[in-house]
Nanobody
């Protein structure tokens, strides 16, 4: 059974940092790619980062570029999201999602591109 479990969310003041983890199981991690999404109240789920080029690089939405960094540890089958310089508008439920790796230069930014999802973790940034 494929499982993705996010952790590390919480309440932080604006300008602060948080590190989220996405622990996975049930599939060969090297064959999968991870994307990160978030959903604020009343809004659609929004892509903001994912791995590309077979996992060797990462892509970021403009809203988080320069502040957020994703990484992964294949030995632990875990992806990480380091969030710095947090803003109140970053408040949302954060999700990691997984799917099989496609062509080398392909990366995936639509929720429908992903097959497996974590349960989400709440991040609240106070002003």
């Amino acid at each position: 059974e494929v499982q993705l479990v996010e952790s590390g969310g919480g309440l932080v003041q604006a300008g602060g940092s948080l590190r989220l983890s996405c622990e996975t199981s049930g599939f060969f991690f090297d064959d999968y790619t991870i994307g990160w999404f978030r959903q604020a109240p009343g809004k659609e789920r929004e892509w903001f980062s994912c791995f590309s080029n077979g996992g060797s690089t990462a892509e970021y939405a403009e809203s988080v570029k320069g502040r957020f960094t994703i990484s992964k540890d294949n030995s632990k089958k875990t992806s990480y999201l380091q969030m710095n310089s947090l803003k109140p508008e970053d408040t949302a439920v954060y999700y990691c999602a997984g799917r099989r790796v496609g062509a080398y230069y392909t990366y995936y930014i639509s929720p429908s591109d992903y097959d497996d999802w974590g349960q989400g973790t709440q991040v609240t940034v106070s002003s």
